[in-house]
């Protein structure tokens, strides 16, 4: 039940991001993963939105979330490095260029 909940919730808040209600969208979303807080998409979502949104430490928690949860999957880490990237263009923080090019690193031996 708990998986079709986080389900309904996720579709939920991709009618409110198509609504322009970010924070209306992120909270769904935050209620998604409490729910179920292996619900990849939701993290990956969230990670998104936290980009959109200029928090980019929230941004990166999600995208490291979604690598703990399927560290075998390829895309994810090139994600996660992406979204290090981002933080970077962001902040201006030479730390987070160091994880993108471990993340990318990673994604290259999955």
């Known amino acids: 039940m708990t998986e079709e909940q986080?389900?309904?919730?996720?579709?939920?808040?991709?009618?409110?991001?198509l609504e322009g209600k970010t924070q209306e969208a992120i909270a769904k979303l935050t209620e998604a993963i409490q729910?179920?807080?292996?619900?990849?998409?939701?993290?990956?979502?969230?990670?998104?939105?936290?980009h959109q949104t200029e928090e980019h430490e929230k941004s990166c928690h999600h995208a490291e979330r979604v690598v703990e949860i399927e560290p075998e999957?390829?895309?994810n880490w090139s994600a996660l490095s992406v979204t290090y990237q981002r933080a970077f263009e962001g902040t201006r923080d030479p730390v987070?260029?160091?994880?993108a090019e471990e993340a990318m690193a990673k994604s290259?031996?999955?």
């Open 6 to 17: 986080a389900l309904a919730l996720e579709k939920e808040a991709d009618q409110l991001k």
């Open 35 to 50: 729910l179920d807080e292996r619900f990849v998409r939701g993290h990956m979502a969230l990670s998104v939105l936290y």
């Open 73 to 75: 999957d390829q895309f």
């Open 96 to 99: 987070f260029i160091q994880k």
């Open 108 to 110: 290259r031996m999955v």
